[in-house]
DNA sequence: GTCTATATTGCGATAGAC
DNA sequence: GTCTATCGCAATATAGAC
C-alpha cells in the first residue's frame, strides 16, 4: 500500500464513523479495522486519533469556501439567496457527513471547533449578511429587518431540515427529486418574508 | 444523604455535563466527583451510566409536552403559531441544556433517540403541521404550501437561531432582554411568508 | 445506603523487529 | 512503511465490608 493510499483511506473509513458516532464514540481500533490498515498507522500518518479528527473536519469544511462564490455571478442579492440556498442543498447532498460534524462541533465541542468549525461557519454568516445588506442598500429588503437575524433565519430553515431528517423520514419525502421543490418552497417563504 | 437527594443531585450535576460533552464524553468517575457522592452510586440508583443518561433526557424531553398547551387558548392559527415561537424561546431560557441533547441525540443518536427523542419531536411537528393545516382550512394560509415542510422552516428559523450561539456570540446580542425583538422579528418574517 | 477495593475490559500510543 | 507486542492508564461495573 503506497503512503498516499493508507492516508486517503484513513481518511474515508474515519469521516462516516465520526460522523456518526461522535469523536469520542469512535476508538482507534475500530477505525483501523474498518480501514483494513495496522493500527499504528493512525499515529504513523497523522500523530493521533484527535489529529485525524481534525484531518477530517479540514477536508469537510473546505467545502463551505464554495459559499463566496454566489457573490460572483452579477445576480442582484435575491438572486444570490437563491444560489446560497440551491448550493447548500447541494452540498448536503454530495456531502452526507457536514452537517453531522456542523452541529456536533457546535453542541459538543472538541478543539477542533476554535480552531476549523468556527471560522469556517462564521465566513458564511459575514457573507449572507453582507448580501442582505446590499438587498437594504438597493431598496429591495425591508430596511426594519436585522440583517444577521434575518440571515440566520434563512439559513435555519434550509439546515434544520435536514438536520431533522431522522425524525422527519417517515413524514416527508427526502428524495432528491424533490430538492427543487424545497428549494423553490423555501426561497418563496424568504421572499414573501424579506422583500418590500 | 437521604435517598431522593443522592439521585436528584446525580441528574442535576449529569444535565450540564452530558449536555456539554455528550455521552461518550463523560465518564461515570467525573459524574460522581463532581457531584460528591460514591462511585457505585450511579449503579445503585440508576443501573449504569446509560440508564442515568436516559433519565436526564426523559427529564429533559417532558418539557416539550407543553407545546401541546398552544392548541388550549382559542387562539386563530397564527396566533398559536406566535405562542410557539415565543414559548419555545422561553424553553431554551429556562432550559438552558434541552437543545443541546436535541441536536447530540440527532447527530449522533444514542439507544434514547427511538425511545424518548423521536417520539417527542414527532408530537410536536404533527402539532405544528395540524395547526398550519387549520390555516389553510380557514383559508388565512396559502393553500400551496406544503404544511410539514412550512413549519420545519418555522421549527429551524428558531431553533438554528440558539443552535449558532457559539458562533455568532460576538456578531448578534444573545442577553435575554432581545428575546421580545426575537420573536417579533421571527413571527413578521414568517407571517409575510405564509398569508394569503 | 454508602463505602473501599478490585475485577475486567478497553483505551490511545509507541518501541522495536522486519 | 508496516508489523507485533506491550506499556500505562482509564473505562464501567460490582463484590463485600460496614
Redesign the pocket.
Known amino acids: ?3 498516499n ?3 486517503a483511506i484513513l481518511i474515508a473509513v474515519a469521516t462516516p464513523l465520526f460522523a456518526e458516532k461522535g469523536f ?1 464514540g ?6 483501523v479495522k474498518s480501514a483494513g ?9 497523522f ?6 479528527y481534525a484531518a477530517v473536519l479540514t477536508e469537510q469544511f473546505a467545502t463551505l469556501g464554495q459559499v463566496a462564490d454566489i457573490n460572483s455571478l452579477g445576480m442582484d442579492p435575491l438572486g444570490k439567496f437563491q444560489r446560497y440556498i440551491r448550493s447548500t442543498v447541494d452540498r448536503y447532498r454530495k456531502n452526507p457527513y457536514l452537517l453531522r460534524f456542523y452541529t456536533s462541533e457546535l453542541t459538543n465541542p472538541t478543539p477542533s471547533f476554535e480552531l476549523i468549525v468556527k471560522p469556517a461557519i462564521r465566513r458564511v454568516l459575514l457573507i449572507l449578511q453582507e448580501i442582505f445588506r446590499e438587498g437594504i442598500a438597493t431598496g429591495q429588503f425591508r430596511q426594519e429587518l436585522d440583517p444577521m437575524d434575518t440571515i440566520l433565519a434563512l439559513a435555519g430553515m434550509i439546515n434544520f431540515y435536514f438536520l431533522l431528517e431522522p425524525v422527519t423520514q417517515e413524514l416527508v419525502n427526502h428524495a432528491p427529486q424533490r430538492d427543487e421543490i424545497l428549494v423553490t418552497h423555501l426561497m418563496d417563504i424568504f421572499t414573501r418574508g424579506v422583500v418590500v
Do not use: F, W
Not at 495496522?38 to 500518518?45: E, P, R
Not at 500523530?47 to 485525524?52: I, N, P, W
Open positions: 500500500m503506497s503512503d493510499d493508507c492516508r469520542h469512535v476508538s482507534v481500533r475500530e477505525l490498515v495496522n493500527l499504528s498507522m493512525i499515529s504513523y500518518y500523530g493521533g486519533k484527535e489529529a485525524l
